[in-house]
């Protein structure tokens, strides 16, 4: 292992890591919280010493952390090209990168040492929550990581534990092609993800039968609508399906007979509207369905009516 000696090896960190100039700002003084896009997470003090490498193979990823981007490891090389910051990846004592994987790899694609500590509080169920550099995990790779966590699970406990839920929504999201957003939405009836638990790895699969029925129906609308799968239209439509009086019956014979009045708009209240005019056409006033601004306080009466009845 080549260590090379120079002024930034020997600075001291205490209180929190530190962070890409970009995250300055981000870090509370108090007690080192630092604020991520999807939660918190706590860097405990601990103090370090940067070291540097040019064994490459004596690192290693660790298995369920998100799949390499190469995108982002060109734009890192360019970044170091630039100016090198000497921001360490963190490994653990088995040499197992625990953050900087995309950092590790960019240096070694620029034949450099790589600088690096071994932290000591950073555990593996830390990995989804760090984020501390300007690329942030993707919702695919939080799912990536929390299936193999469940897996992992499964296999140490000799399939005494069968915590399925990322593994489930990984095949429905693979079945029914809607994105992983809008698919957590549908597994989980809640109006934002962020109420999910999906990043934080505690997701539970509400109603999975409601969930296929809800994605069958939406697949059932490719003849009659190109748009079927754009965003606005999917949470507009969800919008609508989660009130027990709206008719999806009524509305699926509505677009397949009227699908030139179904045009693409802008935002999701525009298809609200677009959808309950078509919905509502050829209907007297008082079976008219009329709530056409998103309100994503609701709850999903159609999934609260099947937990009751069961």
């Known amino acids: 292992m080549l260590k090379r000696s120079c002024n930034i090896k020997n600075l001291k960190y205490s209180k929190v890591t530190k962070l890409n100039q970009l995250d300055e700002g981000l870090i509370n003084k108090e007690g080192g919280k630092r604020l991520i896009s999807d939660g918190e997470f706590i860097m405990k003090k601990e103090k370090m010493e940067i070291e540097y490498s040019q064994d490459y193979e004596l690192f290693t990823l660790y298995p369920n952390n998100r799949p390499i981007k190469q995108t982002w490891v060109n734009k890192l090389v360019d970044s170091i090209k630039i100016k090198d910051l000497h921001q360490p990846i963190q490994v653990n004592d088995e040499f197992q990168i625990l953050d900087g994987q995309h950092r590790f790899f960019a240096y070694q ?25 300007t690329s942030r995990w993707s919702e695919k790779d939080y799912l990536h990581y929390w299936v193999g966590k469940e897996i992992d699970e499964e296999t140490n406990s000799n399939g005494k534990t069968n915590h399925s839920n990322y593994r489930t929504a990984e095949w429905f999201i ?30 539970k699969i509400q109603n999975l039968e409601l969930a296929k029925m809800r994605a069958e129906f939406i697949l059932s609308l490719e003849p009659y609508f190109r748009e079927y799968k754009k965003s606005g239209f999917l949470m507009g439509l969800l919008y609508l399906m989660r009130h027990r009086d709206f008719d999806l019956d009524r509305m699926y014979k509505a677009i397949s007979k009227n699908s030139a009045d179904m045009h693409g708009q802008s935002n999701r209240n525009g298809y609200i509207a677009n959808l309950l005019r078509v919905y509502n056409k050829g209907l007297n006033a008082s079976k008219q369905f009329n709530k056409t601004t998103f309100n994503n306080t609701i709850v999903d009466e159609v999934a609260e009516d099947l937990k009751n009845k069961f």
């Open 109 to 133: 694609k620029l034949n450099l040492p790589v600088p690096y500590f071994i932290t000591k509080v950073l555990t593996e169920s830390d990995i989804a929550c760090l984020n501390s550099t």
């Open 174 to 203: 693979d079945k029914y092609k809607l994105g992983v957003h809008f698919s957590v939405l549908l597994l989980t009836t809640v109006a934002n993800i962020r109420s999910s638990g999906f990043t934080e790895g505690t997701m």
